[in-house]
């Protein structure tokens, strides 16, 4: 079966400090996995994705992701936090190439203190 | 291009009432799936259209229907309501080839949600 972890409810960092949000997978066959952020009163918005080959993903906003197949991680990563990047985020796998059925993450609340 | 449009973006209901929400995908985007976002369980699949057909649902009661028309727009219907139906509904739409199929990175695109509070 398909799944994601994100194994932390919330992560604190200082702006201006480089910020990780883990997200580790378990997928029969190829990962298709991707990383969206929610601000408070919105729809999920959609950041990066894995692309096969590629150990780091560069998406929106200044955000990448490390793959780690030995580790099955996507860990979303920024080098630089801003305040304006606090919001939820959650890591997401494709259940099938077939279908558009997600399975999505907990979510990881990310607070950027000035 | 314009994202995907929910409508309405709040609704109050009493229990035991029905309820129909609203979708428009991106233009273009014939695959249109429902998810359901509350705070303990977070967000679980509904269902997913493609061609005016059901082809994928996920463990909600049969309370839960959807139905897609011809111009890929989307509504899901909830009857008999609960207080436990009180979530975020957001509804996703993405790419697809003729036989329906995603590409293998292709995301999907949400839109801002319905905020249904059963009381």
């Known amino acids: 079966a398909q799944s994601v972890a994100q194994p932390e409810d919330q992560v604190n960092v200082a702006e201006g400090n480089p910020l990780t949000v883990k997200c580790t997978y378990s997928v029969s066959g190829n990962p298709y996995l991707f990383w969206y952020v929610q601000y408070p009163n919105r729809g999920l918005q959609f950041l990066l994705k894995y692309i096969t080959g590629d150990n780091l993903v560069k998406g929106s906003y200044g955000f990448e992701a490390e793959f780690n197949k030995s580790q099955t991680s996507f860990h979303l990563k920024k080098p630089s936090a801003l305040v304006s990047d606090s919001a939820l985020y959650f890591c997401a796998v494709r259940v099938s190439a077939n279908f558009n059925k997600f399975y999505f993450g907990s979510g990881t609340k990310l607070n950027v203190k000035p | ?119």
Not at chain 2, 51 to 64: A, D, H, L, M, Y
Not at chain 2, 112 to 118: A, D, E, F, Q, S
């Open chain 2, 1 to 119: 291009k314009a994202g995907v449009t929910q409508t309405p973006r709040y609704l109050i209901k009493t229990r035991g009432q029905q309820v129909t929400l609203s979708c428009s995908p991106i233009s273009g985007h014939r695959s249109v799936s429902w998810y359901q976002q509350t705070p303990g369980q977070g967000l679980q699949f509904l269902f997913e259209y493609f061609s005016e057909t059901q082809r994928n649902k996920g463990n909600f009661p049969g309370r839960f229907s959807g139905r897609q028309f011809s111009n890929s727009r989307s509504e899901m219907n909830v009857s008999t309501l609960e207080l436990g139906d009180s979530a975020l509904y957001l509804c996703a739409s993405s790419l697809v080839d003729r036989s329906g199929q995603p590409p293998y990175n292709s995301p999907l695109h949400f839109g801002n949600g319905t905020r249904l509070t059963v009381t």
